[in-house]
């Protein structure tokens, strides 16, 4: 992996990027979303797309803490975050995470921070609609079942449904889909802040059930599209000992291993 | 003749106090909505429109599960339908005519033909309707459907569900008691029926029965039929189907922007505007400033018209709750109960100012006397509720408005969150690691 530029550097320079990578605090910190955060880097490196990371001046979305109920803590972080975003005069954000998605592109808005906003499984379907992103021969991903889990805040919240599954098809592999998906697909039980506390009294885990959900289609790789999806669903494959057979992946690792950049398989 | 007075007399009687009773009754719900704060309206209005027609008049929604849709399609049309041959009873019961739109045009046959064809259509569509509402009785009792059981539905709502349904059940009863009777009495006086469709095939059977017992029989089913509609009309507003008329209103009032997206609290706003801002930070309190500001909310009078339109909305279907991922894996949360909490405690309140001449007393109770704390923290925010409602209810916006409180107005929050908030507000991250540290990613 190349250097990644900051915005800073960029405007040292006299630059702005075209696109602001925002990358979240699971893909800044979370050992298994980073991955995620790399693979998606290598594809954009790949394409020379004229992109920089905002590094070390990246803060929380405040996502998880307005989901809580807490608006003075979400709004406080919005307020420093517009303000750097603006300072730089940043006009295209592309993100992996749909919760950063969400409030980038709905709640900001209102609160003085307009940009244009895309999750990544939107824009790699963008380049692979512009004949830029390739996979020659399907990877080695033929004869492999790929289930796509839908993230709450990439679907429901926001009606993306068919980006994802059209980047997956260029993949070569047999799509099937899990019982609830789409419109009616089953959370993995991490939004609305309950991925930072322990579950409220119950039967049985949200992340559990969701697999034993995916689990039933009998694929080989869950396909997911947000860091805490991914952490949720890691978790309930390996809680059922399957972690072995079946993999979980975001689509921006897919992508960069069938692209040959990235080897996940 | 003193009988023909006599019965419009007392239908009269008995039409103008149920009309009263019933404005009555709508005048205190719709005011009892007034309680809450003002809507925001976004999107344009010939969206809503839309919304109205696609999910209110046709139903869009519940064609997700297309076997319940049409039983539910036939007894909302048969329910529709019947409203005009319901006019043509209005004008008999207050005038004492009888069948006064098919006297009316006696020598035309064009205007019988059609009044002949709706009253058969009419029928058609009840008898589709008795299918529907023995399949829908079955369901509930027999089959006993896990979203018919949840706990929620413990007593009043459980006898409100079924005693909806009978009184269907009543009502097409009567009007095929009315139109075979009749039938039967046209046929001993002209040698034939209306030709009714259905009412028709029975009547000549009946034929031979005295006309007094079939004068009687008809009168015991138009009287019984118009009763019914009266005492559906008082029952209305108590039971949980007043989505038959709200559904209307509350797609118009939905909102339109992206299911993801929440307000954002303007009180809030406005504080951290002078918090950031060096003039206003130190300055004294002006005037304005000390009307205190409530975020989130502890009662109904917190929430706003849309959110306690959608209470009196919900018919308690609890496709939410079934969809809901809490509520699957054995939490306490139910979306349903949501919105009939916040019904019963708006009636409450609405009680509460009728009897003291107005004004709300504290009655030391709140919406958080119904909803607990638990609840509300079993919530993902997933939407499946949102998505699930078959007429644009939104359990999540008032769940998320009772989140807003305990935490900014009573601090009640787990330990855990408590931990995320203030890594988000020293670090810029929900977890313990540094700002200067987020560019680590990049060394592998």
Request: proline share 0%.
């Given at each position: 992996m190349e250097k990644i530029k900051t915005v800073a550097e960029m405007a040292a320079n006299g630059e702005t990027p075209?696109?602001?990578?925002?990358?979240?605090c699971a893909g800044s910190f979370d050992a298994r979303a980073i991955k995620i955060t790399r693979a998606f880097t290598k594809i954009l490196q790949h394409l020379n797309i004229n992109f920089a990371v905002l590094g070390k001046e990246e803060g929380c979305t405040g996502d998880p803490a307005k989901r809580a109920g807490n608006e003075f803590a979400y709004q406080m972080a919005a307020h420093t975050n517009i303000e750097i975003l603006n300072a730089y005069e940043i006009k295209k954000i592309v993100t992996t995470c749909p919760h950063c998605f969400n409030i980038l592109k709905n709640e900001y808005p209102e609160l003085g921070g307009q940009y244009e906003v895309v999750h990544h499984a939107t824009y790699l379907q963008e380049l692979i609609d512009a004949g830029k992103i390739k996979i020659q021969g399907g990877g080695s991903f033929k004869g492999k079942r790929i289930t796509f889990h839908d993230s709450c805040y990439l679907g429901r919240a926001n009606d993306i449904y068919e980006a994802p599954r059209e980047v997956l098809a260029i993949l070569d592999a047999e799509l099937v889909e899990m019982k609830k998906s789409k419109k009616n697909g089953m959370c993995c039980g991490a939004g609305g802040a309950q991925m930072f506390k322990e579950d409220e009294p119950g039967d049985a885990r949200i992340n559990a059930v969701r697999t034993e959900q995916a689990l039933e289609v009998n694929p080989d790789i869950i396909a997911a599209a947000c860091p805490f999806c991914m952490t949720m669903l890691s978790d309930g494959v390996t809680a059922k000992d399957k972690q072995k057979e079946v993999r979980v992946f975001d689509l921006a690792e897919l992508i960069a291993h069938g692209q040959g950049l990235d080897s996940i398989l | 003749m003193l009988l023909k007075i006599l019965q419009i007399l007392v239908f009269n009687i008995i039409f103008l106090s149920t009309i009263y009773l019933a404005f009555k009754k709508a005048k205190q719900i719709y005011s009892n909505i007034q309680l809450g704060k003002a809507m925001k309206k976004d999107g344009s209005t010939n969206e809503r429109i839309k919304n109205v027609l696609l999910?209110?008049?046709?139903?869009?929604?519940?064609?997700?599960?297309i076997l319940p849709a049409i039983l539910h399609f036939c007894i909302y049309v048969a329910f529709i339908i019947t409203q005009i041959e319901l006019i043509e009873i209005f004008i008999d019961g207050a005038i004492g005519s009888h069948r006064l739109l098919y006297h009316t045009f006696d020598d035309n046959h064009i205007f019988h033909f059609l009044y002949v064809g709706t009253i058969s259509f009419i029928e058609i569509l009840s008898v589709l309707a008795f299918i529907a509402t023995i399949a829908f009785l079955s369901r509930r009792n027999l089959l006993k459907l896990p979203r018919f059981t949840k706990p929620e539905l413990k007593g009043w709502p459980t006898k409100d569900a079924n005693l909806i349904l009978l009184f269907e059940i009543y009502l097409i009863a009567c009007i095929f008691s009315m139109n075979i009777a009749d039938q039967a009495m046209h046929i001993q006086e002209h040698g034939e029926g209306y030709g009714f469709l259905i009412s028709g095939m029975i009547a000549p059977a009946l034929s031979h029965l005295s006309y007094t017992l079939l004068h009687v029989w008809e009168r015991i089913g138009w009287w019984g039929h118009i009763i019914g509609v009266f005492g559906f009309m008082l029952y209305l507003p108590h039971s949980k189907h007043l989505h038959i008329l709200l559904a209307f209103p509350n797609t118009y009032f939905a909102k339109l922007t992206p299911k993801g997206q929440l307000s954002n609290l303007e009180a809030v706003t406005k504080e951290i505007k002078i918090m950031m801002n060096p003039d206003t930070a130190f300055a004294a309190p002006t005037e304005a400033d000390a009307t205190p500001v409530k975020f989130g909310a502890k009662d109904v009078f917190d929430l706003n018209q849309k959110h306690l339109l959608d209470a009196y909305t919900c018919t308690e279907c609890g496709r939410c709750t079934s969809a809901c991922p809490a509520n699957q894996t054995g939490k306490k949360l139910s979306p349903r109960k949501i919105m009939m909490d916040t019904r019963d405690r708006l009636e409450e309140v609405g009680k509460n100012i009728q009897a003291n001449g107005g004004q709300f007393v504290d009655d030391?109770?709140?919406l958080l006397s119904y909803i607990t704390v638990e609840e509300l923290r079993a919530c993902t925010t997933c939407n499946a509720c949102v998505q699930e409602c078959p007429v644009l209810i939104n359990p999540l916006d008032i769940i998320m408005e009772l989140r807003r409180h305990l935490i900014l107005e009573e601090s009640n929050s787990p330990e855990e969150w408590n931990g995320m908030f203030s890594n988000i507000e020293n670090n810029s991250a929900p977890w313990q690691f540094s700002q200067q540290d987020r560019l680590k990613w990049e060394e592998n």
């Open positions: 075209e696109i602001l990578f925002w990358v979240g | 999910i209110a008049f046709g139903q869009q929604k519940m064609f997700q599960n030391q109770k709140s």
